[in-house]
């Protein structure tokens, strides 16, 4: 859809697809696309030069792709994530799904001993229950291990909310309200492009 010519680009790379599938109007999450970039950069890595990641760090983030890829699958293509998968992957996709609940499950623990769990999901990860208020603005997540911040309010929308950005003297927005206004700048952009 924005290539020169079908020829010339006979293949897409994980990178440019959620652009791809945004200009043909499919919803992504901004930590969708954050995670769809980073394995497509640990992808061509492994195809094409040396791994330079950190193994840990993969284990802890391919829950959440497949996590992802599950909902995308019903959500897109209302197709479950066991039609998709041979066999085989299938029965690795489950163990690492389960996986991820037990690790969930502990950083909620976690978060429980150290007291003042926020009921705001992580706007980095999305899980519940893992962020603790640490002093009267900064929040941390036991299961992604971010920092956060807490507004009283977002000047859009008016909540009290947990935000990835820091704390300003005006104009502090949320994470749901600033990706709000992302996607009225891309479609304002789509929209001039196509000449609306």
Known sequence: IDAASFSGVPTVFLSKLPQRLINLGVRFEPKEVELITMFGKWRNQIVHHMPLFDEKSVDKQLPRLLDFLAGFLRRE???PLKDFLPKELYKTALKLLDEWKRVVQEARAHA?????????????????????LRDEKRVFCHLCETQHYRYDRCTQCGRQTVSSFASL???????SCSQDAWEQHVQTLVDMELGK
Request: charged share 25%; net charge negative.
């Open 77 to 79: 293509l209302d197709t």
């Open 112 to 132: 429980q001993a150290e007291g003042r769990v926020l009921s705001e999901p992580c706007p980095d990860c999305g899980a519940a229950d893992v962020l603790c």
């Open 169 to 175: 003297d005006t104009g502090n927005y949320c994470d």
